[in-house]
C-alpha cells in the first residue's frame, strides 16, 4: 500500500510539473508583451526589466481595441440571440408535428453539418454581397443564424422528445396557443439545452476567423479581435513585443471569462459534443 | 388570431411561422450557396469578368489529371489528419485516466489542460510561431539542448510535425474533457469485480475501461476528423503554407485558389471535392463505429 501511494505522490508532482510546462508558451506571451524590443531580442525567457505597459497603451489606442471588442459584441451577440430564437420554435414545431413533411424539413435542417465551410465560403461570400450583408457586423452576425441553426436545432429537436406533451395540452386548456405557449411555457424548460447551445456557439463565433476574414476584414471599423491581431502581426512582422501585446490583448477576455465560468463551460462543451 | 381560418388552417399556418424563418436562414447560409459552388464548378471564370465561361468537367479533370499543388495538398491532409486523431485520442485518453484517479491537482490539471482550448487557432499559430522563431533561440542558448536549434518552422519534415503538435496543444483539453465525462459513466463495481477476480490495472483498462469507452472514443475520432480534413487556421499563422508550399493543407490550397489566384471555377471544383471526401469519410466511419460499440 505504501508503496502505491508514494507513486501517488510522484505521478501528482510530474502531473503539476508537466501543467506547467504545457501553459510555458502562454507565460511567454504574456511575458514578453511586458519587455522592450531589445529586450525580447536579447532574450525570451528572462523575466522585464520593468514592466513595459506603454506597449498595452500603444497597441490599445492602434488597433481601436475598444471599438473591435464591441465589434466583437455585436456579433457574438446578434448572431447568438438569433440562432436561439429561429432554432429553438422551429425545432420545437418540428419535433411536436408527426409527419412525414415535418421530418423531411428537419432532416433538411441538419444536413448541413455535413457541408465544410471551405466547400461553399466563395459562395457564401457571393450571396453576402448580393444581399448586402457584408462589410457589416450586423449583418456577420445575422449570416451566423443558418451557420449556427443545423446544430442548435439538431440538440433542441432531441430535448424536447423529453417533454411531455401533456404541458403542451394543459397550456392550451388554459387559453395559451402558440408563441404565448411556447414562451412562457416550453421556452423555460430548454433552459439547460439552450445554456449548452449558448456557451458552445459563443466560443466559437467570438473566436471564429474564415467567415469575418471574408466577411469584415475591409475596413478597420467592422474588424474583429482575431482579424485585427492578424493583420496587426501582418504589419509588425518583427516588431515580437507588439505582436505578443495585440495576441495577449485578444486572448484575455476569453481567459477572464473561462477563469469565472469554467465549470458551466467545460460541462457545456462536453454536452455539446455528446449530443452533437 | 386565427379564429376565423379552420382550426386545420391555422394549425398549418402556424408550422408555417415557427419553421419557415429558420429555413431561410439555413437557405441562405447553405443552400444557395451549394448550389452557386456546383453551378461555378463548371465555369472558367476569374471572378470579375461578366461573361464566364461554360466548360463542364474540365476544372475537374485538370485536378484529378495534373495538379501538383492539390496532390500534395490532400497527401498532407491525409497525413496530418491520420497523425493528429491518432495522437490527440491517445494523449487525451491517457490524460483523461490520470485526472479520473481523483489526484489532489484533478481541478487544476484540467483547468490547465482545457485553456488553450478557448483561445483562437490564429492567435495559437502566431503564438507558437513565435516561441519557435524566438523563443527556441533563448532556450537553445540557456540549455545547450539540440532540440531547440532544429529549425522547426524551416525545414519540411519539422514544419509538418510542427503544426501536428500545435494543434493537439490547442485541443487535447477538448477531448480529454470528453474522455473524462465518459469514465465516469464507467460503473465502479465493474472495476472492482475486475480487481477480485485479479485483474492487473493494464488488464483492467484494456478488457473494461476500453470498451465501455467506445461511445466517447466514437464521438471523440469523429470530431478530430472532421476537424482535421477542414484544417486551416493554424497553418495560416504558423508557417503560411511554407517552407516551399510544403504545409498547404487541401482547405488552404482551395483558399489560395479562389482568394489568391482568383480561379473562381476552379477553386470551388476543388471545393466540391473536399464536400464529397468529408461526406464518404464521415458516412464510412459513422457506419463502422457504430457496429462495434458495446451497450454499457
Known sequence: MKSSRAGRIALEIVMVLLSILFLYPLFLAINNSLKSFSEVMSDVVALPKQLAFENYSYVWSFINYPRLFLNNTIITVVGLAGIILVSSIAAYKLSRTKSRFSAVLYVICIMPMLIPFQSIMLTVLRLAQDIHLNNSTWGLGLLYWGFGAPLAVFIYHGFVKGIPKEIDESATIDGASGFRLFFSVIFPLLKSVTTTIIIIDVMWIWNDFLLPLLMVNGSPSTKTLTLAAYTFVGQYTSDWQYAMTAMVMAVLPSIIVFIFLQKFIVKGVVAGAVKG | ?296
Open chain 2, 1 to 296: 388570431m386565427f379564429k376565423k381560418l379552420g382550426r386545420k388552417w391555422s394549425e398549418k399556418l402556424e408550422f408555417g411561422v415557427f419553421t419557415l424563418p429558420v429555413l431561410i436562414c439555413i437557405a441562405i447560409a447553405f443552400y444557395i450557396p451549394f448550389a452557386m459552388t456546383i453551378r461555378y464548378s463548371l465555369l472558367k471564370w476569374n471572378g470579375i469578368s461578366k461573361h464566364p465561361k461554360f466548360i463542364g468537367l474540365d476544372n475537374f479533370k485538370q485536378i484529378f489529371m495534373g495538379d501538383a499543388n492539390f496532390t500534395s495538398a490532400a497527401w498532407f491532409t491525409v497525413k496530418y489528419a491520420i497523425l493528429y486523431i491518432v495522437l490527440v485520442n491517445v494523449l487525451a485518453i491517457g490524460l483523461a485516466v490520470i485526472l479520473d484517479m481523483k489526484l489532489k491537482s484533478s481541478t487544476w490539471l484540467r483547468t490547465a489542460f482545457f485553456i488553450p482550448y478557448i483561445l483562437s487557432l490564429v492567435i495559437v499559430g502566431f503564438i507558437w510561431k513565435f516561441i519557435f522563431m524566438q523563443g527556441f533561440e533563448s532556450l537553445g542558448a540557456s540549455t545547450g539542448w539540440g532540440i531547440f536549434k532544429l529549425s522547426w518552422l524551416g525545414e519540411p519534415g519539422l514544419a509538418f510535425i510542427s503544426i501536428v503538435l500545435v494543434s493537439i496543444w490547442q485541443s487535447i483539453g477538448f477531448y480529454m474533457v470528453i474522455y473524462i465525462a465518459g469514465l465516469q459513466s464507467v460503473p465502479e463495481d465493474l472495476k472492482e469485480a475486475a480487481t477480485v477476480d485479479g485483474a492487473g490495472p493494464f488488464r483492467r483498462f484494456i478488457s473494461i475501461t476500453l470498451p465501455l469507452l467506445a461511445p466517447s472514443i466514437t464521438i471523440s475520432v469523429f470530431m478530430a476528423l472532421t476537424n482535421s480534413i477542414k484544417v486551416f487556421d493554424v497553418i495560416l499563422s504558423l508557417t503560411g503554407g511554407g517552407p516551399g508550399g510544403t504545409t498547404y493543407s487541401v482547405a488552404y490550397d482551395i483558399y489560395r485558389d479562389t482568394f489568391q489566384n482568383n480561379m473562381f471555377g476552379y477553386g470551388t471544383a476543388k471545393a466540391l471535392i473536399l464536400f464529397v471526401a468529408v461526406l464518404i469519410v464521415t458516412l464510412i466511419q459513422l457506419t463502422l463505429f457504430k457496429r462495434r460499440e458495446v451497450e454499457a
